[in-house]
């Protein structure tokens, strides 16, 4: 038997549609909390291959669910390029010299030089198959990326924003920077998402958050062809592990009719209706998603979210998730409580 959750990447059919929860394993778990003191703070625990396995694995056995994403963070990458970075209490990411000037960027490592250093997420995914094989219970193994838009505003800015302001002067006044930023972190990502492939991963989730700071008209030329570049290049190489695209808010997007490329699946966030995902997308893609993931505060706004996802797909081309991540005071029975009801809706 194949891993359900695989499969269903595939578009293969499966005795029940999977389920996870995009940051599913953090702060709302204290088993997470707990492992995370044990390691000092949170890039310890990145740096940590055991540690970082056994946050891993936690959601698993707590939650129910069909697969595990490694525990790492889509800025490691801007990281080893050279970027000091540090998650300040209450603050959030913080890189100390954004990128500004050709020569900060040219002062950053890249290609192969700066993949290579990823050593430690790869340890950890190593481990993760050993453990994930020896369970025997099929469940499948996700690894990521941040897009190269979504590292690019953090190396830009410096931090997370509201407002984009610094990325966004460059996109409009020096295009040719953002760019040549651009294509220097498409270079690390790809080898960086061919070696989480070859140490031991089953699935690719390209995470690119912050899609909605661009206007549609200008989506493509500065995210889209990028990951559509990522997606070919990994075809090219590993044809059977399927690709997930997660940008968030391009809605305007979809219903243009501009999504194209090789990815399998589509994950669909929580402002985006399904009914017209499925119209527009869901004979070329999988579609994940999409509960907004506020509805976890109350079981009975999830049961019927839940029941209305399932009602629209059908159980067919389809994996339950949020519609983005989990937030870190929801209750943990509510989150197995969805679980167990995406999988309860839809078992045939
Ligand atoms: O323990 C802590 O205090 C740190 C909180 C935390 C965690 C648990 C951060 C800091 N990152 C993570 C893990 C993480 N990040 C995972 C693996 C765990 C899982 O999903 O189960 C993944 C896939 C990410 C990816 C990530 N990091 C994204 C893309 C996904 C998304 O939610 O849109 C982004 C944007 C980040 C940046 C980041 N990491 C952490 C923070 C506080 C932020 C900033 C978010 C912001 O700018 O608003």
Redesign the pocket.
């Known amino acids: 038997m194949g891993k359900i959750f695989v499969d269903a990447c595939k578009g293969l059919e499966t005795p029940y549609t999977p389920v996870w929860m995009?940051?599913?394993?953090?702060?709302y778990l204290p088993q997470?909390m707990a492992v995370?003191k044990e390691a000092g703070n949170?890039l310890n625990?990145c740096h940590n291959p055991k540690l970082a396995a056994e946050v891993t694995i936690q959601?698993l056995d707590i939650v129910g669910v069909d697969a595990a994403?490694?525990?790492?963070?889509?800025?490691v990458v801007p990281n080893e390029m050279g970027m000091k970075l540090e998650?300040l209490a209450g603050e959030?990411?913080v890189f100390d010299k954004p990128i500004a000037t050709q020569s900060d960027l040219d002062n950053l490592i890249g290609g192969e030089d700066a993949a290579s250093k990823l050593t430690y997420v790869y340890d950890t995914i190593k481990l993760l198959r050993e453990q994930l094989d020896a369970r025997g219970d099929n469940k499948a193994l996700i690894g990521?990326t941040?897009a190269p838009w979504?590292l690019a505003t953090?190396m830009i800015e410096g931090q997370?924003t509201k407002t984009y302001n610094i990325c966004k002067k460059m996109m409009y006044s020096n295009p040719e920077l953002l760019h040549k930023i651009l294509k220097k972190v498409t270079e690390v990502v790809k080898l960086y998402m061919e070696k989480q492939i070859e140490s031991g991963i089953d699935v690719v989730q390209i995470?690119d958050?912050?899609a909605a700071a661009i206007e549609p008209s200008k989506y493509n030329e500065f995210s889209w062809s990028y990951m559509v570049e990522i997606a070919d290049y990994l075809k090219s190489k590993y044809p059977e592990t399927p690709i997930i695209m997660f940008p968030?808010g391009v809605s305007a997007f979809i219903e243009r009719g501009l999504v194209y490329g090789n990815f399998d699946v589509f994950g669909v966030d929580w402002g985006t209706p399904m009914a017209m995902a499925k119209e527009k997308l869901g004979e070329k893609y999988v579609l994940q998603g999409n509960m907004e993931p506020c509805r976890l505060y109350d079981k009975a706004a999830t049961t019927a979210c839940v029941e209305g996802i399932q009602n629209i797909m059908g159980g067919k081309r389809h994996i339950f998730n949020l519609g983005?991540?989990i937030l870190p005071d929801v209750p943990v029975e509510n989150a197995i409580h969805f679980v167990s009801e995406c999988q309860r809706v839809s078992k045939k």
């Open positions: 995009m940051r599913q394993a953090g702060r997470y995370r949170f625990l959601p994403i490694l525990f790492s963070d889509i800025l998650f959030g990411p990521f941040g979504t953090y997370g995470f958050s912050w968030k983005h991540g």
